[in-house]
């Protein structure tokens, strides 16, 4: 009866969206200092233990990238609250406030990101806006900074996460812990874990691997949080070398958060421009990024 109760709940009058918003804990503006002291703390062990973990250029590129999206996402908050509580309020099926719904909240959330990570992955117009998290050939810390200033036009896919009728408050919540769970995993000091959670969890471990540039790892460990979805989706890669980090094709201006962002942008419409036929320029937008690269080579042989 009490999972039956949580159903059913009143519209939000729009008069109390403005304090609605303002009662939604800010997780990652209090998470922020503890970040920035880990980052600190990982530079300077590295440093002192002579590893090379780090590179300057793309650590101002990767704070840059952070400090970008910051200032964007706090104007995109308001936008995207008021979306999430129109769906809310036109679905019958609304949800209590209550807080035990952010478990369930929380696993469909992170199943709808592995499918959003993966389509990333598959479709160049999306990759354009998952590349700058890829683009850097050291792993460290500030490597969770590291996201596109566009990257906020995936939240179409999670749409279905608003439509099961989820509290704007839940959902927004939800949100946030799954990008801070995103930040521990971007180290190479955290080596394997035990069995059982790694079989679970997406861990430093599982991520590296998605992050490794070698032919084995691409498209592979999608998982935010749970990396069972790998294991049950088939893109499953257990980490067995040292993860090669970066791009096919290393990117310039490493430290330029413009040329991080918008340099598979310009690649593109370059692609586009010189492509002939519709079929062709098509593919160029949408077709999958390894074919597209392979087909590249294949014309530079040519």
């Not at 918003?21 to 530079?43: G, N, Q, R, T």
């Not at 440093?47 to 793309?58: A, G, I, L, S, T």
């Not at 955290?190 to 430093?204: D, G, Q, S, V």
Request: glycine share 4%; hydrophobic share 45%; with cysteine.
């Amino acid at each position: 009866m009490k999972f039956l109760e949580v159903f059913g709940a009143e519209r939000i009058p729009w008069e109390r969206i403005d304090d609605i918003k303002d009662s939604a804990p800010e997780v990652i503006v209090w998470a922020i200092p503890a970040m920035f002291f880990f980052v600190l703390v990982e530079l300077v062990i590295s440093y002192k233990q002579n590893k090379n973990y780090y590179d300057k250029k793309e650590t101002l590129g990767s704070v840059g990238l952070g400090l970008g999206n910051v200032l964007i996402s706090t104007w995109i908050k308001v936008s995207l609250f008021y979306m999430a509580v129109w769906i809310y309020n036109i679905v019958p099926w609304r949800m209590e406030l209550n807080w035990w719904t952010l478990v369930p909240c929380y696993v469909f959330f992170d199943f709808c990101s592995y499918w959003t990570h993966r389509i990333s992955h598959s479709q160049r117009f999306w990759w354009a806006t998952h590349v700058a998290h890829h683009s850097g050939e050291h792993y460290n810390l500030t490597v969770s900074f590291r996201l596109s200033w566009v990257q906020y036009l995936k939240v179409i896919f999670l749409f279905p996460v608003a439509v099961m009728g989820f509290h704007p408050v839940i959902f927004f919540v939800t949100n946030q812990i799954a990008i801070l769970f995103q930040f521990w995993v971007h180290t190479e000091y955290i080596r394997r874990l035990p069995r059982f959670f790694e079989y679970i969890f997406a861990t430093p471990s599982n991520h590296r691997v998605h992050h490794g540039s070698q032919e084995k790892y691409i498209d592979k460990n999608f998982g935010a949080t749970f990396i069972f979805w790998d294991r049950m989706f088939n893109t499953y890669q257990k980490e067995e070398e040292q993860a090669v980090y970066g791009i096919t094709h290393n990117i310039e201006h490493k430290a330029n958060p413009l040329h991080i962002n918008f340099h598979e942008y310009a690649d593109m419409l370059r692609d586009v421009k010189h492509a002939r036929g519709w079929k062709r320029k098509l593919f160029y937008i949408f077709g999958s990024p390894t074919r597209i690269a392979n087909a590249k080579k294949q014309a530079q042989r040519a």
